[in-house]
């Protein structure tokens, strides 16, 4: 049983990322803090100048809520934290900063291009310091 859970959602793949939460609810002591994380990859400034000027906040807005509503579903008390970077660094720098003792991740089936780039997923496997269980 784990204290302290790191579950990371891509918000393209809600469905996947409510398992994991309840995957996390399995392995988590009664008083374990779990941490929902959603990571927003930075948008180049040659392309974020053709947006609406409140796009991306409304779209952080709202991804917040809907995290925030998945972790209500649960009942339980969670965090729910939204971070600007790549994927696997900021999972892993949050997994450090919160002191995690694990990291509940999703693995989408990988194609050709991860066998040579290496998914999200694989990458924190590699770099992570706490447990990492990975989801398929």
């Not at 925030?68 to 939204?82: C, F, P, Q």
């Not at 998914?119 to 496997?125: D, I, L, P, W």
Request: proline share 3%; charged share 25%.
């Amino acid at each position: 049983m784990y204290k302290k859970i790191l579950v990371p959602i891509d918000m393209a793949h809600v469905a996947e990322g409510k398992k994991n939460v309840g995957d996390a609810l399995e392995h988590a002591t009664e008083d374990a803090k779990i941490i929902l994380l959603y990571v927003v990859e930075e948008i180049p400034n040659w392309a974020a100048i053709s947006l609406p000027a409140d796009l991306i906040d409304r779209s952080l807005a709202e991804s917040h809520e809907e995290l925030k509503a998945i972790a209500n579903a649960t009942g339980r008390k969670m965090d729910v934290e939204i971070r600007t970077g790549h994927s696997y660094n900021t999972i892993l720098d949050v997994a450090e900063e919160k002191e995690v003792d694990l990291i509940i991740v999703a693995s989408h089936r990988p194609g050709l291009q991860d066998y040579f780039l290496g998914s999200t997923a694989a990458k924190v496997v590699r770099h992570a310091k706490c447990s990492v269980l990975v989801i398929r």
